[in-house]
């Protein structure tokens, strides 16, 4: 029993982790249909700069801000530098964000080497505390914290506000938002450097629990593009119930079926993509 | 106020206006009227700047400003406001949503979503609804409460009476009449003749992208080869 809430604390963190990548993601997805691979390495520098700035300032706080304004500002260069030159043109976006990806993968090779890296735990979250019959690491129940919080966040801006409205009015129709008088392409940027900055919270948050190497973007992108395929796209709903289904069945796999643990979660998602090919909570554009 | 001169727009190679002019002034409903497939909706989408039909030649000028070149938004924001074919509401916003897009809710000039209630009050049964959840009618008054919260001085009505109702059509005319007393300039492109004739003050019809006609209302309502003639109707 005690071995099960184990397994299952280990499946609802990673959920959370998940979700806080793939809410970007999906954001992304949802309002500027564009499948951005590049989110795996914007998680991956990320959590490297992270690690290099709670390094230099011994605050993980810091750290994490840092990773988000950093991964921002790179979600900036990506779109005003790059994809507003195919806007429009999916198979472009998806092909030159996968050059991006690749891109990204070698500047941080050559800043920060080959090594696998861990982001240092502030001491408060270090250990274990007891939760139910199972001692559990601290960290990795922030971590759930966390992504509690930026999911009730996430869904008070999009549904409680007016920059919310404008985002959900993109994704349902960006001509006829625009033709409103709603500058379309700035409430696009801005969710590019929101989506962009969780990428980058995430690698920080999980860069201490998961390791940060050369990989791990890809890693992370499979599992993330997992979890907005069976959610639905630009759903903050279906991103949180992806990311739980992805998470737990994750954790369950390792365990019970090993050697299984991928068809464990992309054999369902091959189901849900056959009867429900927009997802969960996916709705047409 | 509005002025069109020698307009030519194309979707790919299909050159969908060819040459139309036209203008359009304060107090004044102007209908723009034509068979399906002569180029309304294209020449309504060119002066919005929309991304299709792509204009190539001509001129449009808003109060003496060329609009051509700008941004949908930034022709949006100089007070021209669009009510598209179809109404496209967004389907996750509630009616109140749809209208505090650009103004708050409590903003206190010009339009304000109280006096847009007050228009169309079966709207205010339905402010929490969404825009997928409302019926024909109650989304035809939506789209025109939405585009009345810009404080237009111009409207862009495509085929506002498409699908309704008669008597919702009906309320729809005295809705634009009493917008075009108050000031406002109206470009209506209706299929619905006999509804864009009980509010428009002059006609437009076009033919394959060109202005074939033009006149007051009582020259073609009054005409009846003209109506054959252009419209397919007796």
């Known amino acids: 029993m005690s071995l099960n809430l184990f397994q299952l604390l280990n499946g609802l963190t990673f959920a959370a982790l998940l979700f806080i990548v793939a809410s970007g993601f999906t954001l992304i997805f949802g309002l500027l249909r564009i499948v951005n691979l590049a989110h795996g390495a914007l998680y991956l520098f990320g959590g490297l700069v992270g690690y290099s700035t709670v390094k230099l300032t011994g605050s993980f706080l810091i750290g994490a801000l840092a990773s988000m304004a950093f991964v921002a500002i790179l979600g900036v260069a990506l779109d005003k530098g790059l994809l507003r030159f195919v806007r429009g043109a999916e198979l472009r976006q998806v092909l030159l964000t996968l050059g991006v990806a690749f891109l990204l993968n070698d500047i941080a090779l050559v800043i920060w080497g080959g090594d696998t890296y861990t982001v240092p735990v502030p001491e408060a979250l270090m250990g274990a505390m007891r939760v139910g019959s199972v001692f559990y690491p601290k960290y990795r129940m922030f971590v759930l914290g966390l992504g509690v919080f930026v999911f009730i966040a996430l869904w008070l801006l999009i549904n409680h506000t007016r920059l919310g409205a404008l985002i959900r009015a993109g994704v349902d129709d960006p001509e006829t938002t625009e033709a409103m008088g709603i500058n379309i392409r700035m409430v696009f940027l801005g969710t590019f450097m929101l989506g962009a900055s969780l990428a980058g919270l995430g690698g920080a948050v999980g860069g201490a629990f998961l390791t940060l190497h050369p990989g791990a973007d890809a890693e992370i992108l499979v599992f993330s593009l997992a979890v907005v395929i069976i959610g639905g796209r630009g759903s903050l709903v279906g991103a949180a119930t992806g990311a739980l289904l992805v998470g737990l069945l994750n954790s369950i796999g390792q365990v019970v079926f090993p050697e299984l643990a991928y068809f464990i979660i992309f054999g369902p998602m091959a189901l849900i993509l056959a009867f429900r090919p927009l997802g969960l909570f996916g709705r047409t554009a | ?165 008669p008597v919702m059509v009906q309320h729809l005319e005295d809705v634009i009449s009493d917008l075009a007393k108050q000031g406002l300039g109206i470009l209506l492109v209706e299929q619905n003749l006999y509804s864009a004739l009980a509010v428009a003050n002059r006609v437009y019809v076009l033919e394959t992208g060109k202005v074939v006609y033009e006149g007051a209302k009582e020259a073609i309502e009054h005409e009846p080869a003209k109506l054959t003639q252009f419209l397919g109707v007796k």
């Open chain 2, 1 to 165: 106020m509005l002025e069109i001169n020698d307009l030519h727009a194309y979707y790919g190679d299909a050159h969908v206006v060819q040459g139309a002019s036209l203008n359009v002034d304060v107090n004044e409903v102007v209908a723009l009227l034509g068979r399906n497939g002569m180029g309304k909706t294209s020449l309504i989408r060119s002066i919005m700047g929309l991304a299709s039909p792509q204009v190539k030649r001509g001129s449009i000028n808003w109060k003496g400003q060329a609009l051509l070149g700008l941004a949908p938004f930034e022709i949006a924001r100089r007070k021209i406001a669009y009510v598209p074919q179809g109404r496209r509401l967004f389907g996750s916003l509630t009616v109140i949503e749809h209208l505090t897009m650009l103004k708050s809710a409590s903003a206190k000039h010009g339009w304000t979503v109280e006096r847009v209630l007050a228009t169309f009050p079966r709207l205010a049964e339905r402010r929490s609804h969404r825009g997928n959840q409302l019926s024909g009618g109650e989304r035809g008054m939506l789209a025109v409460g939405r585009a009345l919260m810009l404080d237009p001085e111009l409207i862009l009505m495509d085929e506002p009476s498409e699908g309704l109702a």
